[in-house]
């Protein structure tokens, strides 16, 4: 049976007043999907034209069925590792544009076809039974957020706390300290919003802070500085290449945090001192910073919006370069009166 002749299963989301309809016939790319979406799982949608995405599974290049026009126009390629991957686990990528598409070439992991305009994408994803589900998801989540942006949903490469209706945003790269920064706190009382790509739109007089609650991925390194962790039975702590991952409520006394203000940004830096401490950062040089943490923009028009929100969401917020020392589970005392101090 070919693809097209596959019997496709629906999924209905709804992620912020925007539907998205997900249809798939392949139980290994429903699954990952589910997991990642879970939160905003819907029996039906109310709502106005959904986005509309299809992923299938075919077992080799040949399957995929032609694509590309001769209008095609090579835009760039590069590698990229997926979050939490390693470096021998970059995907070689090409990205094109044919005749308004967006097309996004993985090579031998698959090929995603995204029709911005129509709000639809097409995907095919090589041999699926050999790829760990994080990878579906993180390809998923690419062609989900590049639909998103153009309802004016963005996301950022950080993770996201909540506490009485004020938001901390934690970007950067792996190895930064951002996830352990990030448990410190949660574990503290604040609550989760995202461990790696919350959303967040223009509300008008301020930029708005959105949850997108996602299992939380950390490494052997970070598990042995809480002692929660370190203690945390399997079925609790799943394995989860090449992490394991957790969800918050089920080890931490917390819930899925509201939409909030974000008013604090924390740029981390682990240090070989006793004691964190914080540095201000000036907000052209926090925006310089940040940026990178956004996913790459194709569409000129939607790049010149996103831009205007990022820049939006620096001016209410509170900008400090964290460097991380020692003192790992003392850091909420460092965070929470600056935060309650804001909130006066």
Request: aromatic share 8%.
């Given at each position: 049976?070919?693809?097209?002749?596959?019997?496709?299963?629906?999924?209905?989301?709804?992620?912020?007043?925007?539907?998205?309809?997900?249809?798939?016939?392949?139980?290994?790319?429903?699954?990952?999907?589910?997991?990642?979406?879970?939160?905003?799982?819907?029996?039906?949608?109310?709502?106005?034209?959904?986005?509309?995405?299809?992923?299938?599974?075919?077992?080799?290049?040949?399957?995929?069925?032609?694509?590309?026009?001769?209008?095609?126009?090579?835009?760039?390629?590069?590698?990229?590792?997926?979050?939490?991957?390693?470096?021998?686990?970059?995907?070689?990528?090409?990205?094109?544009?044919?005749?308004?598409?967006?097309?996004?070439?993985?090579?031998?992991?698959?090929?995603?076809?995204?029709?911005?305009?129509?709000?639809?994408?097409?995907?095919?994803?090589?041999?699926?039974?050999?790829?760990?589900?994080?990878?579906?998801?993180?390809?998923?989540?690419?062609?989900?957020?590049?639909?998103?942006?153009?309802?004016?949903?963005?996301?950022?490469?950080?993770?996201?706390?909540?506490?009485?209706?004020?938001?901390?945003?934690?970007?950067?790269?792996?190895?930064?300290?951002?996830?352990?920064?990030?448990?410190?706190?949660?574990?503290?009382?604040?609550?989760?919003?995202s461990d790696d790509h919350p959303l967040f739109r223009d509300a008008g007089d301020h930029v708005e802070l959105l949850p997108f609650p996602i299992k939380i991925n950390v490494t052997e390194n970070?598990?042995?500085?809480?002692?929660?962790?370190?203690?945390?039975?399997?079925?609790?702590?799943?394995?989860?290449?090449?992490?394991?991952?957790?969800?918050?409520?089920?080890?931490?006394?917390?819930?899925?945090?509201?939409?909030?203000?974000?008013?604090?940004?924390?740029?981390?830096?682990?240090?070989?001192?006793?004691?964190?401490?914080?540095?201000?950062?000036?907000?052209?040089?926090?925006?310089?910073?940040?940026?990178?943490?956004?996913?790459?923009?194709?569409?000129?028009?939607?790049?010149?919006?996103?831009?205007?929100?990022?820049a939006k969401l620096m001016q209410q917020v509170a900008c400090y370069r964290l460097h991380f020392g020692r003192d790992i589970l003392d850091l909420p005392k460092l965070i929470t009166p600056l935060l309650e101090q804001m909130q006066q």
């Amino acid at each position: 049976m070919s693809v097209a002749d596959q019997p496709n299963t629906e999924y209905l989301f709804s992620m912020y007043g925007t539907p998205v309809r997900y249809t798939t016939s392949s139980s290994l790319l429903a699954a990952p999907v589910e997991e990642l979406l879970r939160h905003f799982r819907r029996n039906s949608l109310d709502e106005s034209i959904p986005l509309t995405l299809s992923f299938q599974a075919v077992q080799d290049r040949a399957e995929v069925p032609p694509i590309l026009s001769r209008a095609v126009r090579h835009l760039c390629s590069g590698t990229g590792v997926p979050p939490g991957g390693r470096s021998e686990d970059a995907l070689p990528y090409t990205v094109s544009q044919d005749r308004g598409r967006l097309i996004v070439d993985f090579h031998d992991a698959g090929l995603f076809v995204i029709d911005g305009t129509h709000g639809s994408a097409e995907g095919y994803l090589i041999q699926p039974q050999h790829m760990p589900d994080s990878l579906i998801e993180y390809l998923f989540h690419l062609v989900l957020i590049e639909l998103l942006r153009r309802r004016g949903l963005y996301t950022i490469h950080a993770t996201a706390l909540e506490k009485n209706g004020r938001g901390i945003l934690i970007p950067g790269n792996s190895g930064r300290g951002k996830t352990t920064s990030f448990i410190s706190l949660l574990r503290s009382g604040y609550r989760y919003l995202s461990d790696d790509h919350p959303l967040f739109r223009d509300a008008g007089d301020h930029v708005e802070l959105l949850p997108f609650p996602i299992k939380i991925n950390v490494t052997e390194n970070t598990i042995a500085f809480f002692p929660e962790l370190r203690d945390a039975p399997d079925h609790l702590l799943h394995p989860r290449f090449p992490k394991r991952a957790f969800y918050a409520e089920e080890l931490y006394a917390t819930s899925i945090g509201s939409s909030c203000w974000p008013a604090l940004v924390l740029f981390p830096q682990v240090v070989d001192a006793p004691r964190s401490h914080l540095e201000l950062l000036p907000k052209s040089r926090a925006m310089e910073l940040l940026l990178p943490q956004a996913l790459l923009v194709y569409d000129a028009e939607v790049a010149r919006r996103e831009f205007q929100v990022l820049a939006k969401l620096m001016q209410q917020v509170a900008c400090y370069r964290l460097h991380f020392g020692r003192d790992i589970l003392d850091l909420p005392k460092l965070i929470t009166p600056l935060l309650e101090q804001m909130q006066q």
